[in-house]
């Protein structure tokens, strides 16, 4: 048995959690490789809901480590309110079974003010120009960390030089938010509140590298888990409607520190229709009853900001791109049973774009908004879908619109999801056993 990673391949929201949960039970260590809490899983066990922006899904599965790697920019306050949460559910945690990475950065106050100053700018500035940022301060906190100048989890064992360290920081911010008529933020209190919670942040930490390489020797399975999905990559996604980190599973590695061939197998996840969360190009949006079936049936709001998701048909292209870009070895379908009810389906095959057909999503933000879709109409089901746990418990036109699916996006399904909870699930393949 290998590592296996798991990322979305549209625009998050796909359904990871379920799926990620489904596959630690399997797993000896599960790893959060990048992103920040402005994404969230939503697990149901036993009848109970979780609700997980920062913690590995791993954490509510007893005898593994989890582990936050330093690809992740961490809010210490949120996360110790998620612990404080998920311990009130009667899930252990301590620093036996979670471990966080020493070399993480942190997300700060303002980082957050900066996060909703500049979305204001950008509003003001032109009607409909918001990227759709979540305002948490993820976005100012990946600018900190490549600009060399970010507090680091490390950072908290050294109170002169982090005072130091967050002047130096607060010299920039602060003028950025007098310059964008925004309130100014007293250095001395970030860095008192820093100090109040460092122990408290500072029991987790630990040189996750070293922790992984041992986990490599002793031939430990490693779930390696990704937030978001490929089209909100800083580098592959509808850039600049994208979030601040890579999400491809390239990243496992780099947000980890660990070696490319630490990855064996990569899943996709894959929702059996599109959606997106704020703004942004979306080429199958339907803007229509059959938009808001989708969005009523699938339940289609934020698990973080209870934002509700833009919904529309399922768009091969996007998927097939993400499929190569990402690297999936194979997809986990989920939410077939949103798709129950109606007469007919369609999928996108190929992009109308200046009169010419096109078989890949463009970089270009104006080809990008310019792009049509070409459609390709399937049969629909009227039979319910919701608890199949075999392939003999589908209608046969749901078995035809997966298999043309898989058509289209030359990746297998491997996995197929028919309702939130776990065990509801139809099993081609066992990615674990396939790496």
């Not at 311990?87 to 003010?113: C, D, F, S, Y």
């Not at 994208?242 to 780099?254: E, F, L, P």
């Not at 209870?306 to 986990?332: E, H, N, P, S, T």
Request: aromatic share 6%; hydrophobic share 40%.
């Amino acid at each position: 048995m290998g590592n296996v990673a798991v990322i979305g391949s549209q625009w998050g929201d796909e359904g990871k959690g379920k799926i990620v949960d489904w596959l630690s039970s399997r797993a000896d260590v599960v790893v959060r490789f990048q992103g920040g809490h402005n994404a969230g899983h939503t697990l149901v066990i036993d009848g109970v809901e979780y609700k997980l922006s920062l913690l590995p899904s791993g954490i509510v599965r007893g005898g593994k480590l989890s582990i936050i790697g330093n690809g992740v920019v961490v809010d210490p306050w949120h996360l110790l309110k998620e612990i404080d949460g998920i311990r009130a559910k009667g899930i252990e945690v301590n620093p036996a079974n979670l471990m966080l990475a020493e070399n993480a950065t942190l997300i700060l106050p303002v980082h957050q003010a900066a996060d909703r100053a500049l979305e204001a700018a950008r509003e003001d500035a032109k009607a409909g120009s918001k990227i759709g940022t979540t305002g948490r301060g993820i976005g100012p906190a990946y600018e900190d960390k490549v600009a060399r100048r970010a507090i680091r989890v490390c950072d908290l064992q050294h109170p002169e030089m982090l005072k130091e360290k967050i002047e130096r920081l607060m010299l920039h911010h602060n003028a950025l938010l007098k310059g964008l008529g925004a309130d100014t933020i007293d250095p001395d209190k970030v860095y008192d509140d820093l100090m109040q919670i460092s122990g408290s942040i500072l029991q987790y930490a630990g040189v996750v590298w070293k922790r992984l390489e041992e986990a490599r020797v002793k031939g430990e399975r490693v779930l390696f888990e990704g937030a978001q999905g490929i089209m909100l990559d800083v580098d592959h996604g509808t850039y600049p409607y994208v979030t601040s980190s890579n999400t491809v599973s390239a990243s496992a590695a780099s947000g980890s520190g660990v070696g490319p061939r630490s990855v064996n197998y990569v899943l996709g996840i894959t929702k059996a229709y599109t959606t997106r969360v704020g703004t942004g190009p979306f080429p199958t949006e339907q803007q229509n009853d059959v938009g808001e079936y989708m969005g009523q049936r699938g339940k289609e709001f934020g698990t973080v900001t209870g934002r509700k998701r833009r919904c529309g048909w399922f768009d091969a292209v996007l998927v097939r791109q993400a499929v190569k870009v990402g690297g999936i070895d194979g997809i986990a379908l989920t939410k077939l049973d949103v798709l129950d009810g109606l007469d007919e389906l369609k999928v996108c095959v190929g992009y109308e774009l200046n009169g010419e057909r096109i078989q890949h999503y463009p970089a270009s933000q104006l080809h990008q908004a310019a792009v049509k879709p070409i459609y390709e109409t399937l049969a629909g089901w009227k039979e319910s879908t919701r608890g199949a746990r075999s392939w003999a418990d589908l209608p046969a036109a749901a078995v035809k619109y997966v298999r043309r699916i898989e058509e289209l996006i030359e990746a297998p399904v491997t996995l197929l999801s028919t309702s939130p909870e776990r065990e509801d699930t139809i099993l081609m393949q066992d990615p674990f056993l396939a790496a």
